[in-house]
């Protein structure tokens, strides 16, 4: 786990600022700039489309009364794909762009789900369920 917390909040800004300094002797400052906010704009109003397409079919689901569990987790990778595109950086922002791609949401989802079932099927954890009872020493029978 720390490594990859190391990753996230170390290499992940150094690799940012390493390209955008990179890009940006290369076509310019103002260029790069331009190019980080038109990314986020961009990555805003696809993220805005697809996740009002994935809250409409969560709804349709739950009209015919079905779980909406596969668009809960399209959604949740969908508001991370925003964030993402928000951060000023190119590789944030391929990851972020990725994200709003159905087929790789969907591998990726199943990626996530198999991991967890995994988990649970090798003794991962143990979920112990219990009910507790309290008895008040001082209440009337």
């Known amino acids: 786990m720390f490594k990859i917390f190391l990753a996230l909040f170390i290499l992940l800004p150094l690799a940012e600022l390493y390209l955008l300094i990179e890009v940006g002797s290369g076509i310019g400052g103002f260029s790069t700039i331009a190019l980080c906010l038109l990314t986020a704009a961009l ?33 949740i990778m969908i508001a991370i794909s925003g964030v993402l595109l928000f951060i000023p950086g190119f590789i944030t922002d391929l990851i972020g762009f990725l994200l709003l791609v159905p087929p790789i949401r969907n591998w990726l989802g199943h990626k996530l789900i198999a991991a967890q079932v995994s988990n649970r099927s090798t003794g991962g954890e143990t979920i112990i369920d219990a009910e507790v009872i309290h008895h008040d020493k001082h209440r009337l029978p």
Not at 49 to 67: C, I, N, S, V
């Open 43 to 75: 990555g805003g109003m696809l993220v805005r489309h697809q996740g009002m397409r994935t809250l409409l079919q969560a709804k349709e689901l739950m009209d015919r009364g079905q779980p909406p569990a596969e668009q809960m987790l399209h959604g």
